[in-house]
T-cell receptor, first 113, second 114 residues
Framework: SQKIEQNSEALNIQEGKTATLTCNYT??????LQWYRQDPGRGPVFLLL?????KEKRKERLKVTFDTTLKQSLFHITASQPADSATYLC????????????FGKGTHLIIQP | EAQVTQNPRYLITVTGKKLTVTCSQN?????MSWYRQDPGLGLRQIYYSMNVEVTDKGDVPEGYKVSRKEKRNFPLILESPSPNQTSLYFCASSLRDRGLKGYTFGSGTRLTVV
């Protein structure tokens, strides 16, 4: 069965450092991969999307890499700030008429001042 | 402002009493979807719709119904709610080509069935 794995434990990072979150998947051939931020009790907010034929995408302090051979995506936040503390969700989509987004369970990121 | 609007935000109901959670988007999106989120299980898709009058089951459709009579609206119907449907529900919408931009999510509906 399809499986998406993210660090299940909270990730503690010191302010100013780079936070790196991992998303691994099995039994899946995604057309694209997305990253979302979710704050407690709120809806997920879209951050970045990367297609299967792309290796890397950047947006301001955010960077996403996508390795379809390793079946892994890395999500980086550079110069991290306490306001970056949240749960980050990885989501895969096979594209076309398929089911839409399948989400990982998320990684809780804590940026300590 | 581009948004997905869900109502109500909070709902407490009793077992077996039919309820509807409304979802509306103002972005002319073709694709809409409902998710539920439970601790330890993450977000799981209930139903989705590729366009008006086109709906299909997601991963956890049992006990739910949907309809898509208009492009902007995608209500979630619980005909006979049970306590195991207590959850946080999210509606989301997207362009038909979901690889162009991400999904826009609503603020969520916290449902408690007693």
């Amino acid at each position: 069965s399809q499986k998406i794995e993210q660090n299940s434990e909270a990730l503690n990072i010191q302010e100013g450092k780079t936070a790196t979150l991992t998303c691994n998947y099995t039994n899946y051939s995604p057309a694209y991969l997305q990253w979302y931020r979710q704050d407690p009790g709120r809806g997920p907010v879209f951050l970045l999307l990367i297609r299967e034929n792309e290796k890397e995408k950047r947006k301001e302090r955010l960077k996403v890499t996508f390795d379809t051979t390793l079946k892994q995506s890395l999500f980086h936040i550079t110069a991290s700030q306490p306001a970056d503390s949240a749960t980050y969700l990885c989501a895969l989509d096979a594209g076309g008429g398929a089911d839409g987004l399948t989400f990982g369970k998320g990684t809780h990121l804590i940026i300590q001042p | 402002e581009a948004q997905v609007t869900q109502n109500p935000r909070y709902l407490i109901t009793v077992t077996g009493k039919k309820l509807t959670v409304t979802c509306s988007q103002n972005m002319n999106h073709e694709y809409m979807s409902w998710y539920r989120q439970d601790p330890g299980l993450g977000l799981r898709q209930i139903y989705y719709s590729m366009n008006v009058e086109v709906t299909d089951k997601g991963d956890v459709p049992e006990g739910y119904k949907v309809s898509r009579k208009e492009k902007r609206n995608f209500p979630l119907i619980l005909e006979s709610p049970s306590p195991n449907q207590t959850s946080l529900y999210f509606c989301a919408s997207s362009l038909r080509d979901r690889g162009l931009k991400g999904y826009t999510f609503g603020s969520g509906t916290r449902l408690t069935v007693v």
